[in-house]
C-alpha cells in the first residue's frame, strides 16, 4: 500500500510539473523530453552523493545549474544540453539532439526546484519505470501531441510477449522500438527466468536491442529503459535509420510494430541500399523485409502490420511470397479498430519462425464482431487470454480450433496446407457477426471530426504539391 501511496503521490508531482510547462507554453511531447533532461541531472547527483560515481562531465551537473536563476539559468541550461548531446554512450543517447523548449527563466527554476523536492536514484526501479510509464502513456493519448504514433497498447505488447515467450538467454530486438514498450516487456518477461548473475547481466547490458529514427524517441525510449535499470551504462536503443543502415546483427526474437504508410519525402530510397529487398515504398512492406533479414535461423518474429500487407498484389505480394517460402508464418492474429491511436486502421499481428516454408496458419480473428474505444472500452491484456490459451506457445503441436460447423463462430482456427497454397491472400475471414456500432454521439463526433482533420490536411499537402508543379 505504501508503494501504491507513493506511485500516486509521484505521479501527481510530475503532472503538477507539466501544468507548469504547459503554463510556460510547453506541449506535453516537449515536456516529457524536458522533465528527462532534468530528472537524468537529478538522479545522477544522487549517485554521486551516495558514493557511486558520476556519469555527467564536470562543469554540467546538476550542482552547475540548479542553484541559477534568471538569464543565467537558461544559458547554463542550454550548454550543458548542447555539450551533453555529444558526449557517447548513455548520456549522449539520453540527451540526442536536446534543445530547450522552456525559455521563461521563472518556469525553468520552478521546474528545477520541484524535481529537487525529490529522491529520484533509490526509489525502487519497478516504481519509477511505473511512474515513467504513466507519463509515457497520457502522452501518447494526447492525439494533439501526436505522440501516440510511438505508442503500442501495452495489453497487446504484453499478449504477444507472453506467446512468444522469449528467454533469459536470448537476444530481443525492436528495430523501429518507440519508447521501448516491446524491449521493456521482454525484460519483466525473462528477468524472472533465473537468478543466475551471469545471466541477469547478460539481459540488463547485451540481451536487447533498439532503434529508432526521431530524436525523441530515442530518448524517451532510453530513459524509460534506464528508470528500470536496464542499460546503466550503455543503451541499447541508438538513433538509427533501421531500413537504411544495414547491419551484420541477427537476433534470437524480433517483436515490433512498425511506422505504416509510404516513406516521408525527400528520405533516402531504401531499395538504393538494400538492393536485395523487393522494391517498394511502403513502409510496412520494407520493414518486414528487414525483420525478415535481422532475425536468426531457427529465430522467430511478432509483428503489427495493416491488413494491405497480407492483401496487396504486385510487390507486397513477391514479399509475401519470399516469407512463406524461406519463413515458417504459422500463425495471425486479427486485430479489432479502435486499439490505435490513428483512426479505423486494421492490423494484424503476423507471427512466423525462420528457416522452414510455412505450411498451414492458424488464425485467431478478434476483430469480428469486437469493438474497442480508447475512452469507454480500451483493450485490456484480459481480452487476449483465449488468444495466448490457443496459441499454446511451447506446444503448438497440442493446438485444437475452437471453430467447428457446430461452432462456425469459434475465433480460432486452422487452414490446412491446401487451403493456403490456395488461398489468393491471407486475409482470412470466416466469421458471420452483425457488428453493432455501440459508439456514443460524441465519439461518433469525434470519429468525424478526425475523419474531416484527415481530408482537410490531404488537401493541403495535395494543394501544396501541385502548387510546385508547372500545371
Not at 208 to 226: C, E, H, K, Q, R
Request: aromatic fraction near 8%.
Amino acid at each position: 500500500m505504501a508503494d501504491q501511496k507513493s506511485e500516486a503521490a509521484l505521479v501527481k508531482k510530475v503532472k503538477d510539473i507539466a501544468n507548469v510547462m504547459a503554463s510556460a507554453g510547453v506541449g506535453f511531447t516537449d515536456y516529457i523530453t524536458q522533465l528527462t533532461y532534468i530528472l537524468f541531472l537529478k538522479m545522477d547527483a544522487e549517485k554521486e552523493e551516495l558514493g557511486l560515481g558520476s556519469s555527467i562531465p564536470d562543469g554540467y551537473k546538476w550542482k552547475d545549474v540548479a542553484g541559477l536563476s534568471g538569464e543565467d539559468l537558461v544559458e547554463k541550461y542550454e550548454e550543458i544540453l548542447s555539450d551533453l548531446s555529444e558526449e557517447e554512450g548513455l548520456i549522449g543517447t539520453i540527451f540526442t539532439k536536446a534543445i530547450n523548449k522552456i525559455d521563461r527563466p521563472a518556469m525553468l527554476k520552478k521546474v528545477f526546484q520541484m524535481v529537487g523536492d525529490e529522491n529520484w536514484y533509490m526509489m525502487d526501479g519497478d516504481l519509477k519505470g511505473a511512474i515513467y510509464e504513466r507519463i509515457l502513456e497520457d502522452n501518447g493519448q494526447d492525439k494533439k501531441s501526436g505522440a501516440g504514433q510511438y505508442f503500442t497498447p501495452r495489453a497487446l505488447i504484453n499478449a504477444i510477449v507472453d506467446v512468444v515467450d522469449p528467454k533469459i538467454t536470448e537476444t530481443v530486438a525492436d528495430p523501429c522500438c518507440g519508447t521501448g514498450g516491446f524491449l521493456l516487456a521482454a525484460y519483466d518477461h525473462m528477468r524472472v527466468q533465473s537468478r543466475d548473475i551471469e545471466k541477469q547481466k547478460f539481459l540488463k547490458n547485451s540481451a536487447l536491442f533498439g532503434a529508432d529514427i526521431t530524436p525523441l524517441v530515442v530518448t524517451l525510449g532510453s530513459m524509460n529503459l534506464f528508470l528500470h535499470d536496464i542499460g546503466v551504462n550503455r543503451s541499447p536503443i541508438t538513433l538509427r535509420d533501421s531500413l537504411i543502415e544495414t547491419t551484420d546483427d541477427l537476433y534470437q526474437v524480433v517483436m515490433t510494430n512498425p511506422p505504416f504508410g509510404t516513406r516521408p519525402q525527400g528520405s533516402v530510397e531504401v531499395y538504393a541500399n538494400r538492393p536485395e529487398f523487393v522494391k517498394t515504398s511502403d513502409n510496412q512492406v520494407n520493414f518486414l523485409q528487414h525483420i525478415m533479414s535481422i532475425v536468426k535461423t531457427g529465430g522467430r518474429a511478432a509483428v503489427v502490420l495493416p491488413d494491405s500487407v497480407l492483401t496487396d498484389q504486385g510487390s507486397t505480394a513477391q514479399v509475401r511470397e519470399i516469407l512463406m517460402k524461406n519463413y515458417n508464418l504459422h500463425t495471425i492474429l486479427r486485430l479489432p479498430t479502435g486499439i490505435f491511436y490513428a483512426n479505423g486502421v486494421k492490423t494484424n499481428v503476423i507471427f512466423f519462425e525462420k528457416g522452414k516454408p510455412t505450411k498451414d496458419i492458424w488464425v485467431y480473428d478478434y476483430r469480428t464482431g469486437i469493438k474497442h474505444t480508447l475512452a469507454t472500452n480500451p483493450l485490456k491484456r484480459a481480452d487476449f487470454d483465449e488468444f495466448v490459451e490457443c496459441y499454446r506457445s511451447g506446444h503448438q503441436q497440442d493446438r485444437k480450433p475452437t471453430y467447428s460447423e457446430e461452432n462456425p463462430n469459434g475465433r480460432w482456427r486452422h487452414f490446412s496446407e491446401d487451403e493456403v497454397k490456395n488461398a489468393d491472400t491471407l486475409d482470412f475471414k470466416w466469421i458471420d457477426l452483425e457488428v453493432k456500432d455501440e459508439r456514443t454521439i460524441q465519439e461518433v463526433l469525434n470519429d468525424m471530426q478526425a475523419e474531416s482533420d484527415g481530408i482537410s490536411e490531404a488537401v493541403l499537402k495535395l494543394k501544396k504539391l501541385l502548387g510546385d508543379i508547372d500545371l
